[in-house]
């Protein structure tokens, strides 16, 4: 049998230790929510757009329907900003022995846009923030 020799304060922490375990107190506790909005347009999928040639039937048949449009006139030809949002963020909390609580939050937004004039893509972009 292993003996240990505890004096003062040692022995007031080691009790106090063993309490809390046997009362089924937490020593460390974390909880992670995870949220995601939007459809994400992935660069493999960018690569598949052709400006001059993709038309708007296949922007739509292919990523859905944009989050928003946007009408403008410029040069005599009529278009659209097409744009499609992307939203995940993380939240994390924990604890460790009453000593630490701590909580992180992080967001990440990622916006696609297209440009359409006379129902094809003139050009793209993409717009992160963190």
């Known amino acids: 049998m292993l003996k240990l020799n505890l004096t003062g304060p040692l022995r007031c922490a080691a009790a106090l230790a063993l309490a809390m375990l046997l009362a089924g ?35 739509e048949a292919a990523f859905g329907a944009p989050t928003s449009r946007r009408s403008f006139t410029r040069e005599g030809n009529h278009g659209e900003i097409w744009r499609y949002e992307y939203r995940r963020s993380e939240s994390s909390s924990g604890e460790f022995l009453f000593l630490y609580d701590g909580w992180q939050h992080k967001e990440e937004t990622v916006t ?19």
């Open 25 to 59: 107190c937490n020593i460390v506790s974390g909880n992670k929510t995870v949220s995601v909005q939007g459809r994400r347009i992935t660069s493999a999928s960018l690569s598949q757009v052709q400006p001059d040639r993709t038309t708007s039937d296949w922007l």
């Open 112 to 130: 696609t846009c297209f440009e359409v004039v006379n129902g094809k893509v003139v050009r793209y972009w993409t717009e992160k923030s963190p």
